[in-house]
């Protein structure tokens, strides 16, 4: 029976389903998961099915190739940037991130609520190195908390390089901190739409494409270390962040098979704009509990995504990295 149940949790039943199957037949059991995997589709509005993928086939083999950083089909990464408002857009993980792929022989897809912001990151950092389309990198306006959006950024995308991209980077981030007494509904929501809502829409719009061209890829996902220990004054943004974490796991299960790997990344105190917003009192009590005694520099979380972007993480999938300097 213990394989029959790991049966029935593979074809996506629900856990009442899970434990009612001791009342079907063995047969009945292994009919639905076969017809399962055979036919599986995800309501979107209307029935969406994923073409038989030609990389679900494929196994990895290590060669020389291996060693370089990126994958070569496709633009090979989209950075999503947002920081809060009044604040410079466009910088912090997310420019980084741009940087260090850039350099690794990536094509970025620089996105931002601030579209000034996403091109000023295309266009005045010299260090974007030329990427796999002849650095034809380019800049979008996205808010990932709006379907239509991320549809519209999602066939730029197709319409500029003619395949989807293959590496994702979710860095939008925003917060909105009080005491979780004194904290407003819309606060919460804010909050929530962009942090957890927007990771979802973007990991699940640009797998679906991925998928539908039949090509590998990896996702990273930018949590937060108080997505696993919560802190005072940010109830909404400790729960949005242990959301992705969440998300992240059940996403690398289920795009797995499609040799689409997730991940996420979970940084500490890290000299971002949002950081910025911190007083310099509550800036030194974090760093009392810092081994490593410094803030932690966004080119050091950008690298740990480039990793995870690369066929040097081929076998990892569904982590959460703790980047924190010991915190």
């Not at 604040?87 to 897809?109: F, H, N, P, Y």
């Amino acid at each position: 029976m213990a394989d029959i149940r790991a049966c029935v949790l593979n074809a996506g039943w629900g856990f009442k389903d899970c434990f009612s199957a001791t009342a079907l037949g063995v047969r009945d059991i292994l009919d639905k998961c076969a017809k399962f995997k055979s036919n599986m589709s995800v309501e979107s509005g209307t029935k969406w099915s994923p073409k038989e993928s030609v990389t679900n086939k494929q196994t990895h083999k290590h060669t020389s190739e291996d060693n370089k950083s990126v994958i070569k089909k496709g633009p090979a990464s989209v950075v999503l940037c947002r920081v809060p408002e009044r604040r410079r857009a466009g910088s912090g993980i997310g420019r980084a991130a741009c940087q260090v792929l850039s350099k690794e022989g990536a094509t970025v897809i620089a996105a931002d609520k601030n579209y000034e912001a996403a091109v000023e990151t295309i266009k005045t950092h010299t260090s974007l190195a030329a990427g796999s389309n002849g650095g034809d990198h380019t800049a979008i306006e996205l808010e990932v908390s709006n379907s239509k959006s991320v549809q519209n950024a999602l066939d730029t995308a197709l319409k500029q390089y003619k395949y989807p991209p293959t590496i994702v980077v979710n860095s939008a981030g925003i917060v909105r901190d009080n005491w979780m007494l004194k904290l407003s509904e819309e606060d919460y929501n804010s909050v929530v739409d962009v942090n957890l809502k927007g990771t979802f829409l973007i990991m699940q719009t640009f797998a679906r494409a991925m998928v539908d061209a039949n090509l590998a890829g990896s996702i990273v996902n930018i949590s937060s270390i108080m997505g696993k220990y919560g802190n005072i004054g940010q109830t909404n943004y400790s729960a949005s962040k242990a959301g992705v974490v969440g998300m992240t796991k059940a996403a690398a299960k289920e795009l797995g098979q499609f040799k689409i790997r997730v991940n996420a990344i979970l940084p500490g105190a890290i000299e971002t704009p949002i950081l910025a917003t911190v007083p310099d009192k509550v800036k030194a009590m974090i760093l009392k509990n810092i081994p490593l005694g410094r803030l932690g520099d966004p080119k050091e979380i950008a690298e740990v995504i480039a990793f995870l972007s690369s066929d040097k993480s081929s076998y990892v999938n569904g982590a959460a990295i703790d980047v924190t300097g010991g915190f």
